[in-house]
């Protein structure tokens, strides 16, 4: 018969403490090497997908962004953005095109509240552009090291008239004349797939921004 005092004794613990650790070593591991021979087989540069509908084919006027998540503030929850495109007229243009990225709130309660924004202005000619931006993302970093994030973004396509001032151009019109992909560059987060919502959805209370796509991109931290 196996003595009280054994199992009160500290190396009956350690032992117990050193098998569970073991085992769950042992369970995780299988994890783990999936996820590393995923970023090995599928860096993360190549994880590209479009965040605007790709079953139209574009007009003779269009503009093409690439927008890169170069790296993430968990503490803060902030999106840092790198993007780069250019705009194609058929003809010389004489005017602009804005490209806006608004941050949405996905919570109804939060509708009232307007949605942080930055803005890529698109020259008349056909000179590539690039810069940086930053949008706030939801989550939350206590939960690692099984935390999750989300880049809720709404697009706005405007073209600059005779004024200079800016028209919003019409789902329609932008369905065919912008076109916008994401790629993934974040260290240690995994792009785990962009979600079409509807805009009408999501649009702020009292009217004053009309999304002409909508979507949400899931970044996740691997198992490793």
Not at 49 to 73: G, Q
Request: aromatic share 8%; hydrophobic share 35%; charged share 20%.
């Amino acid at each position: 018969m196996i003595s009280s005092r054994r199992f009160r004794s500290p190396l009956w613990w350690g032992f117990v403490c050193c098998a569970a650790v073991l085992v769950l070593c042992a369970a995780t591991t299988p994890m783990a090497l999936l996820s590393v021979l995923d970023d090995v087989t599928h860096p993360p540069d190549l994880h590209t997908t479009s965040v605007t509908p790709s079953d139209t084919a574009p007009d003779t006027t269009f503009t093409r962004l690439n927008v890169t998540l170069v790296s993430l503030d968990e503490v803060n929850r902030v999106a840092n953005l790198r993007y780069n495109g250019y705009h194609a007229c058929e003809s010389n243009c004489t005017y602009r095109d804005k490209v806006t990225f608004y941050a949405f709130r996905a919570d109804p309660d939060d509708a009232r509240v307007v949605p942080a924004s930055e803005s890529v202005v698109m020259p008349a000619t056909s000179s590539e552009v690039g810069g940086t931006i930053r949008l706030p993302v939801s989550g939350h970093v206590l939960e690692f090291p099984f935390d999750s994030y989300n880049l809720s973004l709404g697009l706005v396509h405007e073209r600059e008239q005779s004024d200079k001032s800016f028209r919003p151009l019409s789902a329609a019109e932008t369905r065919r004349q912008l076109m916008v992909t994401v790629t993934d560059q974040v260290p240690r987060m995994d792009l785990k797939g962009v979600r079409q919502v509807d805009p009408t959805t999501v649009k702020p209370e009292g009217g004053r921004v009309d999304y002409a796509f909508a979507s949400v991109i899931t970044l996740e931290r691997p198992p490793y």
